[in-house]
């Protein structure tokens, strides 16, 4: 599967952004889809899951209550939806998938990924 993150950029503190993630070459619902994200000097972080029906959610607690993630109607784009950023939330942002046929969600062992989009959050 491929994936192609956008919707990234420059916003004020308290701003919001909606990131999307195009997913191409394999059939949607056999993937387990996250948010990832990574700051400079930092690991990279789980950010939010969903499994491929999109009926179950998960988001980290750094972001809990200001970011939701979503699948789009025709199945083929992720979303991640963020509100009250805060200047910690700057990093590259990056979407990711693993191959599941059971409609769990999972916070790591994605073994694809997108190339990542800029965040960056002005105080």
């Known amino acids: 599967v491929q994936l192609q993150a956008s919707g990234g950029g420059l916003v004020q503190a308290g701003g919001s952004l909606r990131l999307s993630c195009a997913v191409s070459?394999?059939?949607?619902?056999?993937?387990?889809w996250a948010w990832f994200r990574q700051a400079p000097g930092k690991e990279r972080e789980f950010v939010a899951a969903i499994n491929w029906s999109g009926s179950s959610t998960y988001t980290a607690d750094s972001v809990k209550g200001r970011f939701t993630i979503s699948i789009g109607n025709a199945k083929n784009t992720l979303y991640l939806q963020m509100n009250s950023l805060k200047p910690e939330d700057t990093a590259v942002y990056y979407c990711?998938?693993?191959?599941?046929?059971?409609?769990?969600?999972?916070?790591?062992?994605?073994?694809?990924w997108g190339q990542g989009t800029q965040v960056t959050v002005s105080s």
């Open positions: 070459g394999r059939t949607f619902s056999r993937y387990s």
């Open positions: 990711a998938a693993r191959q599941d046929y059971t409609n769990k969600l999972y916070t790591g062992g994605f073994d694809s």
